[in-house]
C-alpha cells in the first residue's frame, strides 16, 4: 500500500519526503532552503504527501506558532 502511495506521487514529493525521512521534522522554509526547490513547488508537494496521509502537519514544540511537517508513521517497510 505503501509502495503505491509513494509511486504515484510527482518526483518533488518523493524528494521531500525523503528529505524528511534522512533530516527529520523540518518547517516549511527548512524544506525549501534544504531541497533548493520553489516554494510553490514544496507547497504541491507537501499537499500531496498529506492528501495521501504520508506525512503530517503539527506544531513544533519549541514554538507553538510554527508549523512542522514529519512523517506519519503509517509508513512501514
Known sequence: MFARKIYNAPPSAKYIYRLLELIGPMSR????????????????????????????????????????????GLAVF
Request: glycine share 2%.
Open 29 to 72: 522554509t527548512e524544506i525549501e532552503e534544504e531541497s533548493l526547490l520553489p516554494p510553490r513547488t514544496v507547497g504541491y508537494a507537501l499537499r500531496i504527501l498529506l492528501e495521501k496521509r504520508l506525512i503530517i502537519k503539527t506544531r513544533n514544540p519549541r514554538d507553538k506558532r510554527k508549523i512542522i511537517y514529519k512523517i506519519s
